[in-house]
């Protein structure tokens, strides 16, 4: 379905019946990314897919999509939909999204799912890479997607996973080099979210993987503990939905059946 929203197209998709559910994708993903979670969901609960903006087949507003900008297409897609109080799961940047719009949204979450992402702001050597991806896409986009899809996969999972990781390829290099330089951009500025998570009264959830190639281990654990976060470890890398598909699955119904 398809949103007019501040002169740009907002894509989303909608199905099922009951506590509404909506999962935003991460950088370079869009809503195909969430196939076979939606059937599982959709069972019991309205499930809502949001193509974020500058991916999927929704537009670009600017340069720089911030947190909060995206957040506020998020909140269009909501009001459209009459939906005031929902569960987010977001995968890495759409977790940095769902926290934003956890803060300026706070009685509207009943849960909130951080897949694979962090409260903490980019530190400044992170800082530094994002701009050195921009450079890398401004000189050739379709290496750098490529590049970087390959590179979310725990490095033993690059040829196991290898048909899945074309597909992802398939769709990231749809991604127009606005949206991806745009979302770089956002994700560098954005600010750390570590008390939205810990005092918000919805339910939390934490997923993490032991071998993440683009978050520490160590460092989300440390997060988790900090800010007293129920956390679930997968053995994997950053694609926690494919390279550990049945855990991910059992513990997203898991948590969604508890709130």
């Not at 909140?75 to 939906?83: N, P, Q």
Request: with cysteine; aromatic share 6%; net charge positive.
């Amino acid at each position: 379905m398809i949103l007019q929203h501040k002169g740009i197209n907002i894509f989303y998709t909608d199905k099922g019946k009951g506590a509404p559910i909506i999962l935003l994708h991460g950088f370079l993903e869009n809503a195909t990314m969430w196939e076979t979670l939606i059937p599982i969901l959709s069972k019991k609960n309205r499930v809502i897919c949001i193509d974020l903006l500058g991916h999927g087949q929704t537009g670009c507003l600017g340069y720089v999509h911030s947190m909060e900008l995206m957040a506020e297409t998020v909140r269009a897609v909501l009001d459209c939909l009459k939906i005031t109080r929902s569960i987010i799961i977001g995968h890495s940047m759409g977790g940095y999204v769902a926290l934003a719009y956890a803060e300026k949204y706070p009685k509207e979450i009943l849960g909130l799912c951080l897949m694979n992402s962090t409260a903490n702001a980019d530190s400044p050597e992170r800082k530094i890479n994002r701009d050195r991806a921009i450079i890398a896409v401004k000189q050739n986009y379709k290496t750098f997607v490529r590049i970087a899809v390959v590179n979310l996969f725990r490095p033993k999972n690059r040829r196991i996973f290898n048909k899945e990781i074309k597909k992802i390829k398939s769709e990231a290099l749809n991604t127009p080099i606005q949206g991806i330089i745009a979302a770089l951009e956002g994700m560098k500025i954005r600010k750390g979210r570590e008390d939205i998570f810990k005092n918000g009264t919805f339910k939390k959830l934490m997923i993490i993987s032991k071998k993440d190639p683009v978050l520490d281990y160590k460092t989300l654990i440390q997060q988790s503990k900090d800010l007293k976060i129920n956390t679930v470890e997968f053995p994997d890398g950053h694609m926690s939905h494919v390279e550990n598909e049945t855990l991910f699955l059992q513990n997203v119904v898991h948590f969604v059946e508890n709130i």
